[in-house]
């Protein structure tokens, strides 16, 4: 496969309602939230999880589809893979040694492999130096935190049941003891009640070519961010959905402008009773918090587009 000939940066949207998008292992899993602005925050690896996630469902597994980091993988037994390609007759690669390239050719080998045979590596790179050493990979697509477009709320839902746990809890609600003792709380939900996310990525053609990411990589790539969502619901995530997804495509694999310039171009406005205002504007002090994406309008400017960009608009 030829690698991508063509640089790309892109805007993407996406809202919960009712939710939590990522959580925060570190703040009892609530939603993440820059404490100076309130701004909700998604991580990238939060992201790209989700990719990986449908190209798996969609793939199957098929040939340079596969996935490295995926649930309860043992990364040294992928990268074990590649030296069973690499060293077929080699009898260290079957046991629990640490094993490390003989030679640079041998290394570069690995790392192909490694590149040719994984999605997810060829895509966004990966460090494969740990025991078992494939190398690294700067991958040519990266992303950026997604951050809310307007201050979030999230809150804290209590959770209760109706069955008892065992037989005093349901012996004392019999008897009808005080509300402390006969607590059915059985755990605690955070959400957002709406949130519009925004997200900036980047595809590096250059770094395409050392790994070998086509254009039906690329093709697949978009096709995730559209629709991983969809194959990614829960009862915590609320209702997740990809909004706006806009890309300018560079005539040239190093580009042909700056990419803050080209994100300027895509602008996110709060739409209240009827008129548009930028966000931030006090006039929307007194108006009611945004709970749909109706409440938003997306433009994108497309108007003196620099010489060699290109807008394409994929939702």
């Not at 990268?79 to 003989?102: C, F, G, I």
């Not at 915590?236 to 706006?244: D, F, L």
């Not at 009773?273 to 929307?284: A, H, P, S, Y």
């Amino acid at each position: 496969m030829s690698a991508i000939q063509n640089r790309y940066e892109f805007v993407y949207l996406f809202d919960v309602s009712n939710g939590n998008p990522n959580g925060d292992p570190d703040a009892g899993n609530l939603p993440r939230v820059d404490p100076e602005t309130g701004q909700g925050l998604v991580t990238d690896v939060c992201l790209k999880r989700k990719v990986r996630n449908f190209v798996a469902l969609n793939s199957n597994g098929s040939d340079g589809r596969n996935i490295y980091v995926t649930e309860n993988a043992i990364l040294n037994d992928q990268h074990r893979q590649a030296y069973r390609a690499v060293r077929p007759a080699s009898k260290d690669v079957e046991t629990n040694k640490k094993l490390s390239p003989q030679s640079d050719e041998e290394a570069q080998n690995l790392t192909r492999w490694m590149c040719a045979n994984f999605y997810d590596v060829r895509t966004f790179g990966a460090v494969m130096s740990t025991g078992v050493n494939c190398g690294q990979v700067r991958g040519p697509i990266q992303l950026t935190f997604a951050c809310s477009v307007e201050p979030i709320m999230p809150l804290e839902i209590s959770i209760t049941r109706m069955a008892a746990t065992n037989e005093a809890e349901k012996k004392s609600k019999q008897e009808g003891s005080d509300e402390r003792t006969d607590n059915r709380t059985m755990g605690r939900k955070h959400i957002v009640p709406y949130g519009l996310y925004r997200a900036h990525g980047f595809v590096n053609a250059k770094l395409a070519e050392r790994t070998g990411f086509g254009e039906e990589d690329l093709t697949l790539f978009w096709s995730a961010l559209q629709s991983m969502f969809e194959h990614d619901r829960s009862a915590a995530r609320g209702e997740m959905s990809a909004r706006k997804l806009t890309a300018f495509k560079h005539a040239s694999a190093l580009g042909n402008e700056h990419a803050h310039k080209l994100f300027d171009r895509v602008t996110v406005k709060r739409v209240h009773d009827g008129e548009t205002f930028d966000i931030g504007d006090k006039r929307l002090h007194n108006a009611r918090p945004a709970r749909a994406f109706t409440d938003y309008r997306v433009g994108v400017n497309r108007n003196d587009l620099p010489p060699g960009v290109e807008i394409v608009e994929l939702i």
